[in-house]
């Protein structure tokens, strides 16, 4: 089947290239070639049948898939689990050809993108400068100013400090308290560890936000695809993470846009329920 010309930009950012604001400046910045010539009009048309290519390397579009689920109980977040009843592809048709971006435990509810995007997938998954994700935490117990103050700045588990959480304490009664608290990094059972290290043991756990989304107007065992600016923010999250990485390693604190063009999911070690 023949396809309508797109303009180059959205080319770039179909072919996992980045996300249109990075794709709009790697063409002006005349990185990017249409059958050999330099273009750096980002919206010029590309024609089916025209070679695309970045710094040289030919690129191409690829038919990838983003699901937002919003998990219920029980599941497993993997692609397979013997000892689970049910995995989270399997909430999706054709589930089976996606991975998820990341972990929730299977008591965790809440959001969990599923794509074959590999290269978006490992930016999202930076153990360390992840995306921002939001849970509500039912915890058993009084949550302290001191609790919070600690959340805040950072508290100390067997695998080293906490960066510090957002927190926000909306409501406390007789034994329970409700909070909102807002992670970058990935680790394992993060949030539970958290609080079970202040004393505080999380009786329910909810992923509210992931990123630049929210699961209003999705309820618990729903799901549905992302739309394209979904996606680019995404695409730009990721690169928000990838900037910031740059930063630690150069030891700058305005690091220009890194591009990181290689790898799957595979190459992502922060893909702990966090
Ligand atoms: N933190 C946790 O402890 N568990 C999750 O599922 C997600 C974040």
Redesign the pocket.
Known sequence: MSREPMNLVTFLARAGVGSRRSCDELVRSGAVTVNGETVTFPRQKVAEGDTVAVNGDPVALRDVRYVLVNKPRGVA?TRSDPHAERVIVDLVPDGRTLFPVG???V??T?LIVLTNDGVLANRLMHPRYGVP?T?RVRVHGKVTRRALASLREGVVLEDGVTAPADVELRKQSAKTALLDVT?HEGR???????FEALGLP?EE?H?RRYGPLSDKGLAVGEHRGLSTDEVDALRRAGEDADRAMAAEVEGDPLPLAATDAAGGPSGASGDG??
Do not use: E
């Open positions: 977040s972990r929730l435990d008591d965790t809440g994700k849970y992670i394992k059972r993060q949030v539970r560890r958290m999380v756990l992923r329920a966090a």
